[in-house]
């Protein structure tokens, strides 16, 4: 017996409906994207190594899906180098690419290859999927679809007003009220590592809290202790863990707290700016909420930080982040290039309009008519009829055989069809054809040589 096929843990097959509604958040964000003035490109699936490791700290970097070297690329390496059994110094004589880990470092390569063709400030989106060598469980999967939003060659924080509005405007449209952006920005976190005496373990400090959300308090402060920032720094860092109130009240705490630290200042007023301009020009159903235990893990950011949190009562992990960065393209050798960008996690989204019950029931439907067979003669003017509807816009289709017509509406229905059509003999000799309405029983005739005002009803209903 042949053995049962099956897919790698963290990837999936996806049904026509479940395509239908990934597909419903793509356009929505697509539609949003455009309509801040992005404009969409593409990157290979993957890259050279190089462009890949060392961009995401050591954490990102385990996580990265290598591929092995075309060819016989083990006799290629040593026996020393075989023998030591250490794959940081085997992985790189046999695998010289990589799936790509995310989309802005790509995006960062991309800048610096084609620099010359753009125009700057360079407002770019990308939808594509990544890959991540990471443990699958609810809301995280090593192949998924992330939806990117980026601007390089501007250091103006009205970006980072522009991004927040973006994601209420995404979120409003999908019916997703609730949603919380967090933010908060990297230099206050510097600062805070400067002035409790862990500058130098900075990447430490901020990985270590990043996990907050995930393992608690007192776990984050054993992982910092292990990674070497003494009892006495933590205890200094108090403050961060116990800050409550309004952001104005939060910024007050922290420009006592920063006070020795240009960094972190500088950090404070960067966010009084954006948070001051975003309740200036209003949100339509998301709210800002300041989060100084926001970190986001990866090393690149450098300024303001976004994560986005679902409504309260739906458990799930963040749908949606993003950031400043600085110098990102200075990794490719282009210095001074000052980027922010955004990401909406599909998956997650998609989990959590599922769970509310918000996508909207026509996407139920593949088909908006189906007409039903019964014979070769009205077989071929059921073709031609269901041609001119395609060419009036509609969805339609003929059913291939001239099966037993029970069959045919049982097929209609499990498909979920608004309408069928009976052309049958007697149809043919009047001239017509009967719509039939399936969830309402009703029926009504339309002639068969001007379909027009049937696809004009058939619109008006959707």
């Known amino acids: ?38 404009q969409p490109i593409e990157t290979p699936s993957f890259e050279n190594s190089e462009t890949l490791m060392g961009k995401y700290g050591d954490e990102g970097d385990r996580l990265i899906f290598k591929i092995l070297n075309s060819g016989d690329f083990i006799s290629k390496v040593d026996d020393v180098t075989y023998s030591s059994k250490d794959s940081a110094s085997l992985t790189p004589r046999i695998s010289e690419k990589a799936l790509r880990y995310d989309l802005t470092v790509p995006f960062a390569r991309y800048v610096v290859m084609h620099q010359n063709e753009i125009d700057f400030p360079f407002k770019r989106y ?30 103006s924080l009205l970006q980072e007003v522009e991004f927040v509005q ?119 159903s998301a709210s800002l909420q300041l989060d100084v235990t926001l970190a986001r893990g990866l090393n690149y950011y450098t300024g303001a930080i976004f994560e986005i949190a679902a409504p309260e009562g739906v458990q799930m992990g963040s749908i949606g982040g993003g950031g400043r960065y600085d ?47 019964f014979g070769k003669k009205e077989g071929m003017a059921a073709l031609k009829l269901v041609s001119e509807l395609r060419k009036q816009g509609l969805r339609a289709d003929l059913y291939p055989t001239d099966t037993k ?34 969830k309402t029983g009703d029926q009504k005739d339309y002639p068969l040589d001007s379909p027009q005002e049937f696809a004009e009803k058939i619109k008006s209903d959707f």
């Open 1 to 38: 017996m042949a053995k049962k096929p099956s897919i790698p843990k963290g990837t999936r097959d996806f049904s026509p409906a479940e395509v239908a509604k990934r597909n419903y958040i793509i356009q929505t964000i697509k539609k949003h994207f455009e309509t801040y003035g992005f």
């Open 126 to 155: 990308q939808i594509q999927p990544v890959w991540r060598a990471d443990r699958p469980q609810k809301g995280r999967f090593r192949e998924f679809y992330q939806c990117d939003a980026d601007v390089v060659g501007a250091d």
């Open 166 to 284: 973006l994601y209420d405007a995404v979120f409003t449209e999908l019916g997703l009220k609730g949603v919380t952006i967090k933010i908060n920005n990297r230099k206050i976190l510097s600062g805070i590592a400067e002035v409790i005496g862990a500058k130098d373990l900075l990447v430490d400090f901020t990985v270590a809290l990043d996990k907050l959300d995930k393992i608690g308090e007192e776990k984050v402060k054993s992982e910092m202790m292990e990674k070497g920032i003494s009892e006495n720094a933590i205890l200094k860092a108090q403050p961060l863990f116990d800050m409550s109130g309004t952001a104005s009240e939060q910024l007050e705490k922290l420009k006592s707290i920063l006070a020795d630290s240009e960094v972190g200042m500088l950090g404070v007023s960067e966010l009084e700016e954006i948070i001051s301009t975003v309740d200036m020009v209003g949100l339509q």
């Open 327 to 373: 110098d990102l393209t200075g990794i490719f050798g282009l210095k001074d290039v000052s980027g922010v960008g955004i990401s909406f996690g599909l998956d997650r989204i998609y989990l959590v309009l599922e769970e509310l019950n918000l996508f909207p029931n026509s996407l139920d439907s593949s088909l908006d008519v189906l007409c039903l067979n």
């Open 405 to 438: 017509v029970q069959k045919q509406f049982k097929y209609a229905d499990k498909r979920g069809v608004p309408y069928v059509i009976l052309l049958g003999e007697q149809e043919l000799t009047d001239g017509k054809f009967v719509a039939k309405n399936m």
